[in-house]
């Protein structure tokens, strides 16, 4: 609203200041724009060569749905032998058994010595093949878990192998084709969720003090899809453009059931 006052000056003189609306309701629509939620450039994350492709543009993917493989020959192998490795106790249960045997072996001399029926040498032998069973054991032991981190690290060297998509989208873009080789920095799909739009806007400097954080609004998209939906804001810029005297929002539209697409131009309303 504008607001003018004349004040006396040598002669009359007129000043005029925006004040903003006089109320929420008098707030005017802004042209806003429809966008994914998010987009994801899905790139492989080492290098190798493109075995499968099981996506291609406009299909919906879910959470964990693979996209792509790449050739894991090797890394198969490798996770095989890793896993064969942390499998193996055939050492452990015979240094088991020995060390069992070894400490009767060592108590029976100990008491033989104490009696004096054994020589406190022998006693004492007994007593260190004992602890270097012991100590052979715990070795045994220690290398069976570094087998079994190597194996939850080939599990993970092959597992990268396979890309799988971490949200549930719509694939925009196929990126890559089967017997292609990919360096692990290229992208081979690009994904868009939908079933939540972002909107943004810029408002007015005026509509500033009318608008908050959590406000239900109405937007309309362009036709033919021009059905009202109510939408909510999430964020609402603190830095002003002072060029366009105007503020950024940022509103969540729920698009649960998949019918209105992004990348629409659209009006918000303040209701």
């Known amino acids: 609203m504008l607001v003018c006052t004349d004040v006396l000056l040598g002669g009359i003189v007129t000043f005029c200041l925006w004040s903003g609306p006089a109320k929420a309701e008098s707030l005017t629509p802004v042209s806003c724009l429809i966008e994914a939620y998010e987009t994801v450039s899905l790139a492989t994350p080492v290098a190798g060569i493109v075995t499968e492709m099981l996506v291609d543009r406009g299909d919906l993917v879910a959470v964990g749905d693979v996209v792509a493989r790449l050739d894991s020959r090797l890394e198969r192998i490798a ?61 045994a032991r220690l290398a069976l878990s570094m087998a079994e981190l190597e194996l939850a690290q080939a599990e993970a060297v092959l597992e990268q192998k396979t890309l799988t998509s971490p949200i549930a989208a719509f694939v925009t873009e196929r990126l890559a084709n089967s017997g292609e080789y990919r360096n692990g920095e290229s992208s081979i799909a690009t994904l868009a969720r939908i079933d939540l739009l972002r909107v943004e806007a810029f408002a007015p400097i005026g509509h500033f003090p009318f608008l908050k954080v959590g406000q239900e609004v109405e937007v309309t998209p362009e036709a033919p899809l021009n059905q009202p939906r109510r939408a909510v804001i999430r964020v609402i810029d603190r830095v002003f453009d002072p060029a366009t005297a105007t503020f950024g929002i940022r509103i969540d539209l729920d698009n649960a059931d998949l019918q209105l697409p992004a990348g629409l131009r659209c009006q918000l309303a303040f209701p």
């Not at 240094?95 to 008491?111: C, G, I, P």
């Open 79 to 139: 996770r095989d032998l890793a896993r064969s490795r942390a499998e193996d106790r055939s050492e452990i249960l015979s240094l088991e058994a020995r060390l069992d045997f070894l400490t009767l072996q060592a108590e029976r001399r100990a008491t033989l010595a104490a009696r004096n029926a054994l020589s406190e040498t022998e006693a004492k032998e007994a007593a260190l093949e004992r602890e270097i069973a012991s100590r052979e054991l715990e070795r």
